[in-house]
């Protein structure tokens, strides 16, 4: 993998060592660690709006770990994750987001949970009708916003 302009190469290290510790492998399942090449590279390319929040984290995990949290041994990893874990904030939170979602887009996590393989456009995904008069008191609200023009 190459080096990614929003964090060091040390940072990403930390990144894989962080998603395998919030999504281990699982061989019951035949799924990979979020931390697998595959869903790695998913999740560099997919900082977009978060690079702050990713760069905010993997800042606090290095201060946490003194140094490289990558250069830790396995148990104190585990360690000052839970640390970083109870820290929380809005920035763990978006970074959490991004690991899940390529996680969950992958097509061997996919296959596992006995989907289609395929993105969910055009052929869409069957979704139950339910009850469309739950949003009449979200209609009968006032406007929000002022139109434009």
């Given at each position: 993998m190459t080096e990614n302009a929003t964090l060091s190469a040390d940072q990403v290290r930390s990144l894989r060592c962080l998603a395998e510790i919030m999504i281990p492998a699982s061989a019951a399942h035949h799924v990979p660690s979020a931390?697998?090449?595959a869903i790695i590279a998913d999740i560099m390319r997919s900082f977009d709006r978060d690079?702050?929040?990713v760069r905010t984290v993997m800042q606090d995990l290095d201060a946490l770990a003194?140094?490289?949290f990558a250069d830790l041994d396995p148990a104190r990893r585990e360690a000052v994750a839970a640390r970083l874990r109870n820290s929380g904030g809005v920035a763990l939170k978006m970074l959490t987001r991004i690991v899940l979602q390529c996680y969950y887009r992958?097509?061997?996590v996919m296959r596992s949970l006995?989907?289609?393989v395929r993105p969910p456009f055009p052929k869409g995904f069957e979704v139950e009708q339910g009850d469309w008069s739950l949003l009449d008191p979200v209609r009968k609200r006032p406007k929000l916003y002022r139109e434009v023009g």
């Open positions: 931390g697998d090449d690079a702050a929040h003194g140094g490289a992958d097509d061997r006995d989907m289609e």
